[in-house]
């Protein structure tokens, strides 16, 4: 593959992901990891970068009526990459710059503990068919997701056992019964099961 091309290609593709970053800071000013929910350290899980037609897409919402992305650039020269230098030479890249990406902004909320990056590619060909490629790329800070779960265990405590402060509003809730879903059993049954009882019952109405 063409090196010029390669570099172009990376660096178009890093531009909309920096461009993504940038629209979470102004769409969320002033904001830090908890400061709007006790139990909300970030917003961005998920990130799907769509290859084809000569464009690079964005869509930051795994949400199967969505119809525009969130993002879109221009990139012509992609109709000249074939689907095998782009598994053997772009996905690396993209992996390993995103992955540097992910824990720069591990103190911020820009981003969750974990996220779930998906590529997409497709060729064009001379039989007018697409050739799909697709390929999933997870990413998780563990010591994010621990403080998370520490936090957890903090807030059933105090509002749910102890009643030491009362519920605020339904976000908390919701982001405490989301959030329990995404440990494992052990870490689930640690936070959740492991305190049932009628003052547990009543949280889950």
């Not at 908890?34 to 970030?42: A, F, I, K, N, W």
């Amino acid at each position: 593959m063409d090196k010029t091309l390669k570099e172009k290609l990376i660096d178009s593709t890093f531009q909309g992901i920096n461009k993504i970053i940038e629209n979470t800071y102004k769409n969320h000013p002033d904001e830090k990891s908890y400061s709007v929910c006790r139990l909300q350290e970030g917003y961005d899980d998920y990130l799907k970068i769509t290859f084809k037609e000569r464009e690079i897409n964005y869509d930051e919402f795994n949400f199967a009526w969505k119809g525009d992305p969130d993002l879109k650039i221009d990139f012509y020269e992609l109709g000249d990459i074939k689907r095998d230098e782009f598994i053997k030479e772009i996905i690396p890249e993209i992996k390993s710059k995103f992955k540097e990406v992910f824990f720069k902004y591990e103190d911020s909320f820009v981003f969750r503990y974990k996220l779930l990056l998906i590529i997409e590619f497709e060729e064009e060909n001379d039989l007018l068919e697409d050739i799909i490629y697709r390929e999933e790329l997870y990413f998780e800070n563990k010591k994010r997701k621990e403080k998370l779960k520490s936090k957890m265990e903090n807030y059933i405590k105090e509002v749910i056992l102890e009643e030491k402060k009362a519920m605020k509003d339904e976000a908390n809730k919701k982001l405490l019964i989301k959030e329990s879903k995404n440990f494992d059993k052990y870490e689930k049954e640690t936070i959740l099961y492991s305190i049932w009882g009628d003052k547990w019952k009543k949280f889950l109405v």
